[in-house]
């Protein structure tokens, strides 16, 4: 079973639905019992960092949980970045640990140069390593909505970047977790071979 984590913060129905597309049933669930037993699960996420974390409090040890047990879990947007220690967005608010790094805001600098902040619409990746998740994916183009990227302490779980004015990762791995800034659901049938992909691990 893939379990949806609903938790108040997430497009759970976009993400659902790319899920439908390609023939897999998902379950979205507030359960805990039912995020114990699941097979992988799906961490999608839309708004501010702070809020997401205050939803997310009751199952972080169920998150963690899943993840040392090897199972596959996939972050989506505000679901990559609360895997992460902190945001600028919201100082002094703790995320989720699951990676080492932290979140920052798009510079000022960007929105001087002409680039608006947020970064939103299709930009194409730049694949940095291998990955079970992007097999048969190219420097495809995906789609984005954020205002925020994440800054990893260790720079080899980046799977892959994207260019906006800086190297945006766009992907980052380590070991069964798996996360993109960019929303697979929204961006095509490129988008939803990782997704494809994705299952595979299940």
Request: a negative charge; one cysteine or more.
């Amino acid at each position: 079973m893939i379990a949806i984590i609903d938790y108040g913060s997430g497009n759970l129905k976009s993400i659902s639905n790319g899920f439908q597309q390609i023939g897999a049933e998902v379950l979205i669930t507030q359960d805990k019992e039912e995020l114990t037993n699941a097979d992988a699960l799906i961490l999608p996420g839309v708004g501010a960092f702070g809020t997401a974390m205050q939803n997310l409090t009751k199952y972080k040890e169920t998150i963690h949980q899943h993840i040392n047990e090897e199972k596959p879990f996939l972050g989506v947007c505000l679901g990559l970045q609360v895997l992460f220690g902190e945001s600028e967005e919201n100082p002094g608010i703790c995320g989720l640990d699951v990676l080492p790094g932290k979140v920052v805001r798009f510079p000022e600098s960007q929105e001087n140069g002409g680039l608006k902040v947020p970064h939103m619409g299709w930009n194409n990746l730049n694949i940095r390593k291998k990955s079970s998740l992007i097999k048969g994916i190219g420097n495809d183009y995906m789609y984005f909505v954020h205002s925020y990227y994440v800054q990893p302490d260790d720079d080899e779980i980046v799977v892959a970047t994207v260019d906006y004015g800086l190297d945006v990762p766009a992907i980052v791995a380590q070991d069964n977790v798996f996360a993109t800034q960019f929303h697979p659901e929204k961006s095509g049938n490129v988008g939803l071979k990782i997704l494809e992909n994705f299952l595979k691990l299940v």
